[in-house]
């Protein structure tokens, strides 16, 4: 009997979504999320891939709405990767700023 493990990852880009900001939102370099939940169901299908979100964040680093970019192609890991996406805590804005939109990624691999 093989046993496999399931990692499943928040990659957190260092850029704004929005090509026209100057710089990078100091709020968004210190970003955490937390690997979401992986169903055993999940692992009996073998369920993998990668999400792409966009994460609205907000001046006191809250995330205020999540959208999909790009999907793993199992809309339960787009879901669940949207689900844990809320979660994700970022450094409060110094200086007041307005939203600002970041990207988080979820890698599903089966190892």
């Excluded at 090509?19 to 970003?31: E, I, V």
Aim: glycine fraction near 6%; charged fraction near 15%; include cysteine.
């Amino acid at each position: 009997m093989i046993i496999r493990s399931i990692i499943a990852l928040g990659l957190i880009s260092l850029s704004t979504i929005n090509p026209a900001s100057a710089a990078t939102d100091a709020r968004l370099a210190s970003g955490e999320c937390e690997a979401p939940a992986y169903r055993n169901t999940w692992q009996e299908e073998e369920l993998q891939g990668n999400v792409k979100l966009a994460v609205l964040v907000d001046a006191k680093g809250n995330v205020q709405d999540t959208k999909v970019i790009s999907s793993s192609g199992h809309l339960a890991l787009d879901k669940a990767s949207l689900r844990a996406s809320t979660a994700c805590k970022f450094q409060p804005a110094s200086n007041g700023a307005a939203p600002v939109w970041a990207q988080v990624q979820y890698k599903w691999v089966l190892n």
